[in-house]
């Protein structure tokens, strides 16, 4: 009968010994598919984060465009005699390519810098036109233009393109967005985005 007591303590030991074992296999399974849901979560809040900082960025990148857009305006109708002469002295309609290098700003007299210098509408557009291209390469990357004047409505519509290869991602479907001109000559480069301004001169 002792024996048999004994039996019975060894049993309830071991048997209480393997429900801890289980015990601790059970949480150390808990805290492994803790670890796995949490790192899914924390990769899709990482997605979630750089799609934001994308956007936000390409938000700048158009309020920009918006800024030297009204700028080029009122430098045309500060000089509407040149803007408004057909063909416009403040076209331009080179393509994106063609604007690879920083435009060159005049030099001597067509610097029209001194009031010793006589300019005309001309020299005044050309120069306003190349500060103008200065300051879109230097404020967007790359960044590019195409002007086109439509005299029936007197009026300039405005390009300002830039490459922005961050933003270039199937979410968003570029391909689909006509938003440069055909004289841009962008092709397939989904990373080059525009911004059209229509400026009633």
Same mark, same amino acid.
């Given at each position: ?13 071991? %048997? ?22 949490? $790192? ?12 934001? *900082? ?17 700028? *080029? ?30 435009? /060159? ?18 020299? *005044? ?18 960044? %590019?233009?195409?002007?086109?004047? &439509?005299?029936? $409505? ?5 390009? *300002? ?11 968003? $479907?570029? /391909?689909? /967005?006509?938003?440069?001109?055909? $004289? ?7 990373? &080059? ?9």
């Amino acid at each position: 009968m002792l024996i048999n007591m004994k039996r019975k303590v060894t049993l309830a030991k071991r %048997s209480e010994g393997l429900t801890r074992t289980r015990i601790r296999g059970v949480s150390l399974i808990e805290v492994m598919i803790s670890i796995v849901l949490s $790192s899914f979560a924390l990769l899709a809040l990482a997605a979630v984060n750089s799609s934001s *900082i994308r956007y936000t960025k390409m938000s700048q990148y158009r309020a920009i465009a918006a800024q030297l857009s009204n700028d *080029i305006g009122e430098r045309m109708r500060a000089n509407k005699a040149a803007a408004t002469t057909t063909p416009s002295s403040y076209q331009f309609e080179t393509n994106f390519a063609g604007q690879a290098t920083a435009p /060159a700003l005049p030099t001597g007299n067509d610097l029209c810098n001194t009031k010793l210098i006589t300019c005309s509408k001309e020299k *005044i557009a050309a120069l306003d036109l190349a500060q103008w291209r200065v300051s879109v390469r230097d404020m967007l990357p790359e960044g %590019s233009v195409v002007l086109k004047y &439509i005299s029936a $409505s007197s009026a300039m519509e405005v390009w *300002i393109a830039w490459r922005d290869p961050v933003v270039a991602n199937t979410d968003e $479907s570029p /391909a689909n /967005a006509s938003e440069c001109p055909d $004289s841009l000559s962008k092709g397939s480069d989904n990373s &080059i985005r525009c911004s059209y301004f229509r400026v009633t001169l």
